[in-house]
């Protein structure tokens, strides 16, 4: 099976930026779509933002004008673009790629913890 595996994450103040990337143990042809979710413990995972093949993207209310996600064509798997980070955006965050045929692939998660 297919194995996420999430980059980027670490430890900012409040106001910073983050860039996760996503890289796959092997190539995962087309996808209905891919996104990020995050999870704090003790709290459901949640999507953060997400984005079609066709090109249509979704985020989370409390994300929306602070992130951005976008794709890298050739890999098929996604980026997060966060900025002016708040201290309740601390969490797991976790690749998720949805194949054509239906498959969910996940990544192990990489932490983001932001300080005031």
Same mark, same amino acid.
């Given at each position: 099976?297919?194995?996420?595996?999430?980059?980027?994450?670490?430890?900012?103040?409040?106001?910073?930026?983050?860039?996760?990337?996503?890289?796959?143990?092997?190539?995962?042809?087309?996808?209905?779509?891919?996104?990020?979710?995050?999870?704090?413990?003790?709290?459901?995972?949640?999507?953060?933002?997400?984005?079609?093949?066709?090109?249509?993207? &979704?985020?989370?209310?409390?994300?929306?004008?602070?992130?951005?996600?976008?794709?890298?064509?050739?890999? &098929? #798997?996604?980026?997060?673009?966060?900025?002016?980070?708040?201290?309740?955006?601390?969490?797991?965050?976790?690749? &998720?790629?949805?194949?054509?045929?239906?498959?969910?692939?996940?990544?192990?998660? #990489?932490?983001?913890?932001?300080?005031?």
């Amino acid at each position: 099976q297919v194995q996420l595996v999430e980059s980027g994450g670490g430890f900012v103040q409040a106001g910073g930026s983050l860039r996760l990337s996503c890289a796959a143990s092997r190539s995962i042809f087309g996808s209905i779509a891919m996104g990020w979710y995050r999870q704090a413990p003790g709290i459901a995972r949640e999507l953060v933002a997400q984005v079609t093949s066709g090109g249509s993207t &979704n985020y989370a209310d409390s994300v929306k004008d602070r992130f951005t996600i976008s794709r890298d064509i050739a890999k &098929n #798997t996604p980026y997060l673009q966060m900025n002016s980070l708040k201290p309740e955006d601390t969490g797991v965050y976790y690749c &998720n790629i949805r194949g054509v045929d239906g498959t969910n692939y996940w990544g192990q998660g #990489t932490q983001v913890t932001v300080s005031s």
